[in-house]
């Protein structure tokens, strides 16, 4: 997942060093209705961990809030989400200027009330169907730690995870949509059922078939009804 180092200049944390060992730890978070509970592990019951959080497919983090922060170990609460709507968040340690390596997390908050309506049940099943028999194998990679060191300006990844599923075919951009920058040559399309996923779709997260690794660059939702039923992906050559 790309992140944006102009943003994170401008909060600081390119010019800063950290805070040596004051990294928090996102020990759980929970999903709830519009709002994402994020469980702090602090390395001292002293240290000030602040939240912010972004849409997965957005660039820009929230502004620092003294609404989403914890002195020590604790829960911080971050209100006022889109339920079905993947979010990324991070935490860090800060004193005075002194900032610490982030820790991250991917969470989708969801209404407990929603109920799938007939056309969640029966739409969602057929598009599995018809991927299943006419997609091709891809394996999605996934990282379970995520780190931003600001004193290197490096983001690395550990922990991967490999979840094998069906795709369509990839599709190449019509040459009316291949701007350079938003679509680029050489960007394709595919479908991937969002049916029993196992992981988080989010830009980022990479793709394997055919012998070729590509990088999710964009996540549209397509809803059935009130559930998520595709996700249409835009990829990129690593």
Known sequence: ??????????FGFLFSSPAVG?????????AGDTQVTLTIDAVS????IYARYRK????DWSDES???????????VITGLTNGVVYQFGVYAKSSNLTSVWDF?????TSSTATPTDLDTEFDDEVYDL????????????????????????????????????VTPPVGYDNKFIDGDTVKEGDMNILLSNYDLSFDVVPGVEVEFNDQRWKVVTVKPIYSGEQISVWDLQIRRE
């Open 105 to 109: 997390a991917l969470v989708t908050p």
């Open 1 to 10: 997942m790309g992140i944006d180092f102009l943003s994170l200049a401008s």
């Open 22 to 30: 004051t990294k928090p730890n996102i020990a759980s978070s929970t």
């Open 56 to 59: 997965a497919t957005d660039e």
């Open 66 to 76: 003294d609404s989403f922060k914890v002195t020590g170990d604790g829960d911080i």
């Open 45 to 48: 019951s002293s240290d000030i």
């Open 131 to 166: 991927i299943e028999d006419t997609g091709i194998t891809a394996k999605f990679y996934t990282y379970g730690t995520e780190s931003y060191d600001p004193t290197t300006g490096e983001f690395t990844r550990s922990g991967a995870s490999v979840h094998t599923e069906k």
